[in-house]
Nanobody, 123 residues
Framework: QVQLVESGGGLVQAGGSLRVSCAASGRTFGSYAMGWFRQAPGKERGFVAA????????YYADSVKGRFTISRDNAKQLVYLEMNSLKPEDTAVYYC????????????????WGQGTQVTVSS
């Protein structure tokens, strides 16, 4: 089993940067691919980014490509989402999740989820 706890959310102005983190516990963390999803009020949860278990492969939603960077530190059992050039439409609760399906963008492929961290971008 993997337990996930997100942190680092907050309020930032448009054009600013923020890094959210996901701390994982569990002895099998290194065998899971990881993903970040987000959910804005009144909208469905959607894919943001994913990273392979090794960290060598990354995947991004078109809406964040070139602005967001996903990374992981398997020794520390951490996953990061570095967000730059933030826009008001990036406002959402951000969730990290773990999957055995590398590169998946589907919520149903993810087995474990964190509780989420709020990111608010003001205009």
């Amino acid at each position: 089993q993997v337990q996930l706890v997100e942190s680092g959310g907050g309020l930032v102005q448009a054009g600013g940067s923020l890094r959210v983190s996901c701390a994982a516990s569990g002895r099998t963390f290194g065998s899971y691919a990881m993903g970040w999803f987000r959910q804005a009020p009144g909208k469905e949860r959607g894919f943001v980014a994913a990273i392979s278990w090794s960290g060598f492969s990354t995947y991004y939603a078109d809406s964040v490509k070139g602005r967001f960077t996903i990374s992981r530190d398997n020794a520390k059992q951490l996953v990061y989402l570095e967000m730059n050039s933030l826009k008001p439409e990036d406002t959402a609760v951000y969730y990290c999740a773990a999957t055995r399906s590398q590169g998946s963008r589907r919520l149903s492929d993810y087995d474990y989820w964190g509780q989420g961290t709020q990111v608010t971008v003001s205009s």
